[in-house]
Antibody, heavy 118, light 107 residues
Framework: EVQLVESGGGLVKPGGSLRLSCAAS????????MNWVRQAPGKGLEWVSS????????YYADSVKGRFTISRDNAKNSLFLQMNSLRAEDTAVYYC???????????WGQGTLVTVSS | SYELTQPPSVSVSPGQTASITCSGD??????ACWYQQKPGQSPALVIY???KRPSGIPERFSGSNSGNTATLTISGTQAMDEADYYC??????????FGGGTKLTVL
């Protein structure tokens, strides 16, 4: 069974940093493009970042470019998102998501809430 | 940057057909997919590559994509289909694009 379990969310002050983790199991992690997608309270889905299987290709939304860094550790089946210079508008549930062979996001984690507030 | 536009809400009576549109420049040239999200849950894929259904998705869900518009159609809509629906496609910038979402109400 495919499982994606996020951790690392919490309350942080504006300008602060947070590192999210996603533990993957039930599939060959190193074979899949992985993504972070966020959802602000009461709002729609917003793509944040994607990373290719061997970390060669990395993409970011303009809203987080220069502040967030995506990475992965294929040996530990883990995906990460380092978030720096956090702003109130970064407050959201952050989902770890797998891009399947079809090109669509076929598995989502349960999400971890990040709240940026003083 | 590339954008996808969805109607904020769609209403349908039980047993009727619901259609949710997603508009974007030359969207028909890209692969579109659709996600369903119920309150308090993570999104779930219901349509990929314009019109294909993942295993476990009922046949009443179908999709099409041509020109500038992709459409998710739910035939014989049931109360359990009430949810938010998001279209998604890929582009060069940004890499992954979501539509703003459509709240489907079954009344």
């Amino acid at each position: 069974e495919v499982q994606l379990v996020e951790s690392g969310g919490g309350l942080v002050k504006p300008g602060g940093s947070l590192r999210l983790s996603c533990a993957a199991s039930g599939f060959t992690f190193s074979s899949y493009i992985m993504n972070w997608v966020r959802q602000a309270p009461g709002k729609g889905l917003e793509w944040v970042s994607s990373i290719s299987t061997s970390s060669t290709y990395i993409y970011y939304a303009d809203s987080v470019k220069g502040r967030f860094t995506i990475s992965r550790d294929n040996a530990k089946n883990s995906l990460f998102l380092q978030m720096n210079s956090l702003r109130a508008e970064d407050t959201a549930v952050y989902y770890c998501a797998r891009m399947g062979d079809t090109g669509a996001i076929d598995y989502w984690g349960q999400g971890t809430l990040v709240t940026v507030s003083s | 940057s590339y954008e996808l536009t969805q109607p904020p809400s769609v209403s349908v009576s039980p047993g009727q057909t619901a259609s949710i549109t997603c508009s974007g420049d030359k969207l028909g040239d890209k692969n579109a997919c659709w996600y369903q999200q119920k309150p308090g849950q993570s999104p779930a894929l219901v349509i990929y590559q314009d019109s294909k259904r993942p295993s476990g998705i009922p046949e009443r869900f179908s999709g099409s994509n041509s020109g500038n518009t992709a459409t998710l159609t739910i035939s014989g809509t049931q109360a359990m289909d009430e949810a938010d629906y998001y279209c998604q496609a890929w582009d060069s910038s940004p890499y992954v694009v979501f539509g703003g979402g459509t709240k489907l109400t079954v009344l």
